[in-house]
Every structure is written in C-alpha cells, then in structure tokens.
C-alpha cells in the first residue's frame, strides 16, 4: 500500500501527515464545564489508543472547562466550536492545539480572516471539517460529494491568502460509497492531511461495521493521517479501541497487543470465550510500544501451529494449556494458571523488547 505523502503538521506534540504514522482521534461526551470527569474521559482514551481529542465547545462555560483541561490532559486537543467565531478566538488565545470549523456553520468571514491570523501567531492548527448533515444553504442543492468539496474549497482560500498550512482536512457522509469517493477527491485536490471517519454511523455492532468497511477501504488506498470511529457509545473508550484495530487490522498500527483466537467449536477444550474476554481486559491496562501478536487457540488442530507462528500463544488440552513463546512450547499448566502466567508473558516482554527479537 503507498501511502500519499502531505504536508505535515504538529497538533501539539503530535506530527499528523508527511510521513508520521496514522493517529488516532477519539471525541469527549461530557461537557467540558465538568473538568474532572471530561479528564477522566481523555484519560480512558488514551488509554485505549487515542492520539488526540476532540471537545465540544458550545459556550463560555465549555471553554474555561477547555483552558483548564488544557493544563493537565495527557492528548493534545481540538476545540470544536460552531456558530460563535468569538469562542474560538477566545480557544486560540488560551493556547488550544487545533480548532475545527465546519463550512457549515461558520457565517462571517471577516471573522475567519480574523481567527486565522491569531492561529497563524499561536501556531495553532486549523481542521476544516465539512460534513453532510450541515452544508452551507448555498450549496445545498449539488449532490452531496460535490457540495463537501466545494464547502472546503471556499473555505481554504483565505487562510491560503495568508499563507497559513497548518489545516487538516475532512468531509464526512453518514453513507460509505459517498465518504470514500470524497476522500479520494480530496487527496487529489489537496496535499493537506486528511482526518478520515464515517460520521454518525450508529451504535454498536452496525457502527463498527460501516467505520471498518469505510476506513479500511480509504486506508488502503493510502489516504488518511488521523481517524477517528464515531459511534453511539457513552464513552471515548469503543470507539478508540475500535480505531486502533481498524490500523493494526490494514498494518498501519506497529504498537499495541493484537489478541486473535479461534471461533470455538465442538472440539474445543475449555472455556475459550471466557478466557479471550478475561485477557483483552487484562490487557488493557498493559500498553506495548511496539506490536505483540498474542493467540489464544482452543484445541489441537490449528492451535498449536497459530500459536507458534504469534509473539505469545496458548493452546487449549484437554484440561491443559500449552504456553508458546516465540514458536516455543516453554510451558504446560492447567488452563486455571494459565491467565496470570500469560500475563506475566506479556509484562516480560513488554518491559524486554529482547525477549521479543
């Protein structure tokens, strides 16, 4: 897969487009007024994956809770701010890392020219961020492709005039064919990085489908520097990890613990379900700076030779499981020791990459 190569920008710390790795970007529920709790939430994300963060900004009061979280989250953020040019001026001067405008909602150019400036001083950066469900009126009668791209090419001038890059870009359809066919639009009007996600695409089983199926097949194509899944979900949490395997799942993601397993049938020996449910959760509160390829395998037909090809793999007896490292059986438990020896596997090899090589 070529990958198509941007400009690069820095979202804080964070390096999006050129030839930095795909990012993660998760989005908060709470409002930021609540500072504790939209921390916590910025917390949980990234301990689940995410890069960045997105916030909601829709008052005065969201945005002293912003300036605040500003000073202790762990993720550079994004103010996203619609309607009031005067907030996100406000954002821009309490130092935020990024501020999406959607073309939609944002009505009063001097104020943009105005916005754009002071990012322009603060090094801030710029997501122009159109989406179907708020087109301008103006363009609302073109079919919806075109009108996403012509929403983000009027609103690229200006900042181009005052020869500010520091923009990302998106354009999001709740409709797979129309969120792929913009995306590629863009990557060949623009060399700006692109953030990439399926807006509004549901809750559970139905949103991660539709986000996989649109995400893997933009990826694929090698477009795309930052993510993010957009699920009905109470938390930041499904949809940073949903994003995360999304990456590993196209090879775009070289960190983390991917866990595979096998279907389970009828000759499965033990509780395979129980098992792989207890380890994803142990293994969240594991992070590994580089890739962990982990199989949890249920009998002797294809569990041995899965868990030999993985970094760590377990392969379920009769009422034994068989411990693999690196393509070796290093020890034979009972299936009842067998999490927390794994476990304690994956803590070794995380803190020595050597036990890895």
């Not at 009027?154 to 005039?161: S, V």
Request: glycine fraction near 8%; proline fraction near 4%.
């Amino acid at each position: 897969m070529k990958r198509e190569k941007t400009f690069q920008v820095f979202l804080g710390s964070l390096a999006i487009g050129g030839r930095s790795s795909v990012s993660v970007e998760s989005m908060g529920r709470v409002y930021p007024g609540r500072v504790d709790e939209c921390l916590n939430e910025i917390c949980a994300a990234a301990a689940a994956g995410s890069d960045c963060f997105r916030i909601a900004v829709p008052d005065e009061g969201a945005l002293s809770g912003i300036i605040q979280l500003k000073k202790h989250s762990p993720l550079p953020l994004v103010a996203d701010i619609h309607f009031s040019p005067i907030i996100a001026l406000k954002a821009v001067e309490a130092g935020i890392d990024g501020i999406r405008v959607n073309p939609g909602t944002w009505k009063n150019r001097l104020q943009y020219q105005q916005l754009i400036e002071r990012m322009k001083a603060r090094n801030g950066v710029l997501r122009l961020g159109a989406n179907t469900g708020s087109l301008p009126s103006h363009l609302q009668k073109k079919g919806r492709v075109e009108a996403l791209l012509d929403s983000i090419i009027e609103m690229i001038e200006i900042p181009q005039k005052n020869d500010f890059h520091r923009i990302i870009l998106s354009a999001k359809s709740t409709d797979i064919n129309e969120t792929i066919e913009i995306y590629e639009r863009l990557a060949d009007a623009f060399s700006y990085p692109l953030h990439v996600g399926l807006t509004e695409a549901g809750e559970g089983f139905e949103g991660i489908i539709k986000s996989t199926i649109a995400l893997s097949t933009i990826l694929q194509k090698g477009i795309g520097n930052n993510i993010r899944v957009s699920l009905t979900s109470p938390n930041p949490v499904l949809e940073s990890q949903v994003a995360v395997q999304i990456l590993q799942g196209v090879g775009l993601r070289q960190k983390g613990i991917e866990v595979i397993s096998c279907p389970t049938c009828a000759r499965t020996r033990g509780d395979v379900v129980s098992f792989v449910r207890e380890i994803k959760e142990a293994v969240q509160m594991i992070s590994s700076p580089f890739p962990i390829k982990l199989a949890i395998m249920g009998c002797e037909v294809n569990g041995p030779g899965e868990a030999k090809e993985a970094d760590l793999g377990l392969a379920f007896g009769k009422s034994t499981a068989l411990l693999f490292v690196q393509g070796k059986v290093v020890k034979t438990m009972h299936q009842q020791d067998a999490l927390s020896e794994l476990v304690k596997q994956l803590q070794l090899m995380v803190s020595n990459p050597m036990v890895k090589k």
